[in-house]
């Protein structure tokens, strides 16, 4: 019942962050909403509160922020469409922008959660180099071969996978001085290791943020590069997941972690995973592709070349086949996932 929950949790807390987005920037910049959903198709529950309805819907696949007049012209002064051209592209990226945000400090609560490995020496293995180099616990590497160290990610940065001699910068208390080390082979690992263990430091803030933005830029360059190998044939459709095998792989992560970690552990697993789905649905609305948020900044853009908005029949023509086009792609990435799930 909990993975349940949690996955339901998951998946609300995203698309709420992003609506959200749209929402309150909108709000922020006078245009009247008139209904904020979580979900599609039939009303399940829904709430008035001033001018605007909150309601959550059937089908969980996503949600929207109706506001009025969205395209076109008006005269109206709280229509969308009466709004300058970098209102409405402020209003409708802001859902993206959200969940970048959500995907950076869900991440960083994660990192302060398991923290992150200094550049203080912890512990020292025998018969290893760092031993063999003079190297105490307490001492910091500042610096290997010239290069900077204030982590351990920054050491292992420099560290080439065969044996190799290096030049240690340590500091020591109050003196600092260099020492050779070289470095060790470890087949198991398949990788070169020095032989001691980092001091771990958490909740760091400042230390947490700027990892957890990293961590989210890098999920971002992965969905970048996942969709250019599709755009180029390097993967084919049959090995793209919808939200079908999203639920699916999220409970086994679940259901992993519970045995090998316990709740805690499964928590920071789904925060993980939260925080990797945010960062895509960041990307992915923001491709210039009819119906999505991207697409409706290209006609924000065109508006801004032309002066004057694209008349709205042909505006939600595009984005009617856009939408056509992407209940298709659904279709297809479900098929997939229970073709997958089945086998």
Partial sequence: MIKVIMIILMFACIVIVHEWGHYITAKKCGVLVHEFAVGMGPILWST???ETVYSIRLLPIGGFCSMEEEVGESVNPRAMAAKKPWQKLLIVSAGAIMNFVLACVLLSI????????????????????????GLKVGD??????GHKVERLSDLSKVLEKEEKAYTLTVKRGSETFTTPITSKWMPKEERSRLGFSPTFIHFNIWENIKSGVIWACLIIAQVWKAFVDLFTGAVGMNQLSGIVGV?????????????????SIAILNMMTIAAALSANLAVVNLFPLPALDGGR??????EMLRGKPVPPEKEGAVHFIGFV???ILTVVLIYNDFMRISL
Avoid: R
């Avoid at 992150?116 to 025998?126: H, K, M, R, T, V």
């Avoid at 910091?140 to 071969?145: E, G, H």
């Avoid at 900044?297 to 065109?302: S, T």
């Fill in 140 to 145: 910091q590497i500042i610096a290997i071969d």
């Fill in 325 to 327: 086009l992407l209940m």
């Fill in 247 to 263: 639920v699916n792989q999220s409970a086994e992560i679940w259901d992993t972690s519970m045995q090998s970690g316990g709740l």
């Fill in 110 to 133: 994660v990192v302060g959660y398991q923290g992150y490995g200094s550049n203080e020496i912890a512990s020292l293995e025998a018969d290893m180099p760092a031993v063999q180099a």
């Fill in 48 to 50: 008035k509160k001033g």
């Fill in 297 to 302: 900044i290209v006609f924000v853009l065109v």
